[in-house]
């Protein structure tokens, strides 16, 4: 499968969030990218897959680590 290199538009309205940071808005998009359009739907698969992405590691801290 070709990894997945931008974004979905259905994750546009997450850049009106103001209580998220630059980069949690990032790993808030790859994320939901991930789960609608990858293959593997872990961690590791979706930052495998979404090319944005910045790494597993920095995907599983915001998503465990963050409110």
Excluded: W
Aim: hydrophobic letters at 35%; one cysteine or more.
């Amino acid at each position: 499968m070709l990894p997945i290199t931008d974004f979905l538009s259905c994750t546009d309205p997450l850049d009106e969030f103001d209580s998220l940071s630059y980069h949690q808005t990032q790993h808030a998009k790859t994320y939901v990218t991930g789960l609608a359009a990858g293959r593997s739907k872990t961690v590791t698969g979706i930052a495998r897959e979404v090319l944005p992405a910045q790494g597993d590691r920095a995907l599983n801290k915001f998503l465990t680590e963050y409110d």
